[in-house]
């Protein structure tokens, strides 16, 4: 069992920078990828960042490429997810999420992940 906790949440204006921060309840070199997602109301939720805890290798989805950066911090059982030249777009509930397979195959597939946090609001303002 793997708990997850989100923090970093908030509002700013487009443009700006939030970090994202998700702390796990073990060390996390031995969660297979840990990946943050986002949900809107109405929609799906939608990968946006994974990463492989072990090796480092990142992943991102294509709307977020070159303004997000996530990693992690084995030691402090921490993956975190700094978010840059935010948009209005990038409004929605941020959730972290693990599991013990890879992130190879389908990192941005919310079935395939078996841990959840509760969620941190971003919301970015024109």
């Known amino acids: 069992q793997v708990s997850l906790v989100e923090s970093g949440g908030g509002s700013v204006q487009a443009g700006g920078s939030l970090s994202l921060s998700c702390l796990a309840s073990?060390?996390?070199?031995?969660?297979?990828?840990v990946g943050w997602f986002r949900q809107v109301p109405g929609k799906e939720r939608e990968g946006v960042a994974a990463?492989?805890?072990?090796?480092?290798?990142?992943y991102y989805a294509d709307s977020v490429k070159g303004r997000f950066t996530i990693s992690r911090d084995n030691a402090k059982k921490t993956v975190s997810l700094q978010m840059n030249t935010l948009k209005p777009d990038d409004t929605a509930m941020y959730y972290c999420?693990?599991?013990?397979?890879?992130?190879?195959?389908?990192?941005?597939?919310?079935?395939?992940?078996?841990?959840w946090g509760q969620g941190t609001q971003v919301t970015v303002s024109s």
């Open positions: 999420a693990a599991r013990m397979g890879g992130c190879w195959s389908g990192w941005g597939d919310r079935r395939s992940y078996t841990y």
């Open positions: 990463i492989l805890p072990s090796g480092g290798t990142t």
């Open positions: 073990q060390d996390t070199y031995g969660i297979g990828c």
